[in-house]
């Protein structure tokens, strides 16, 4: 077998051990998923799948690394585009939203120096190097807030970067996490909180006009 065909194959054994695994992780739960199920689902031996994956965990990364891919292209071009700072601002707040709760144990790994298989690419992706395009792409947001006079164009751009990837994560991650707590304080459903919080960060960042303008 040519090389071609022989990468053509791998890749399309491994997408199919993802599709399989993909479906089971959103019907039966990833924790209640075993190899021997995705092997079955994917009808290949469980020794093949081991061939392509080192374990659930393996093909769980794969998983959301690749759906962390199509998060920052959608991203890119909602930032990058010809849409405002504000409409780019809530778009990036509702893509990591439901990143969070798509993935909430992988959302929640962003924050630690982990590894995650790569369904593209052979060997690995360090998560903090995900990490730096999503810094990318919220400075260029900021850099944009700048440029259109919504921030103030002394902002510290790296700071505020921080600063808002500090607070959205804060916000998304208390608000999955502390449902009742949050009802019990402030009377607020969670999606009411999370609304709330938003707007108030994103009203912390904007350059305040003057009265008449």
Avoid: H
Avoid at 90 to 102: A, D, G, N, T
Avoid at 127 to 149: D, R, S
Avoid at 180 to 204: C, D, N, P, V, W
């Amino acid at each position: 077998m040519g090389a071609r065909k022989k990468l053509a194959l791998e890749q399309f054994n491994r997408d199919n051990i993802l599709t399989a695994a993909r479906e089971l992780f959103e019907t039966k739960g990833v924790q209640d998923t075993t190899m021997d199920d995705i092997a079955l689902q994917a009808d290949y031996s469980k020794s093949t799948i081991y061939v392509y994956f080192r374990s659930k965990e393996d093909i769980y990364n794969s998983i959301v690394v690749d759906y962390l891919d199509i998060l920052i292209g959608e991203m890119t071009v909602y930032i990058e585009g010809d849409t405002s700072f504000e409409d780019s601002y809530y778009k990036l707040c509702e893509r990591l939203v439901s990143f969070c709760e798509r993935y909430p144990k992988y959302y929640a790994s962003l924050m630690f120096e982990e590894k995650a298989t790569n369904s593209r690419k052979q060997g690995t992706v360090i998560l903090p190097e995900i990490l730096q395009e999503l810094y990318g792409l919220m400075e260029a947001l900021v850099q944009k807030g700048k440029n259109t006079n919504v921030l103030q164009e002394t902002l510290d751009t790296k700071p505020t970067v921080l600063y808002l990837w500090s607070s959205l994560s804060g916000i998304i991650q208390i608000s999955a996490q502390k449902k009742k707590e949050i009802t019990k304080q402030t009377g607020m459903t969670m999606e009411e909180y999370r609304s709330f919080a938003f707007r108030t960060l994103y009203e912390s960042l904007v350059q305040k006009k003057a009265s008449g303008e």
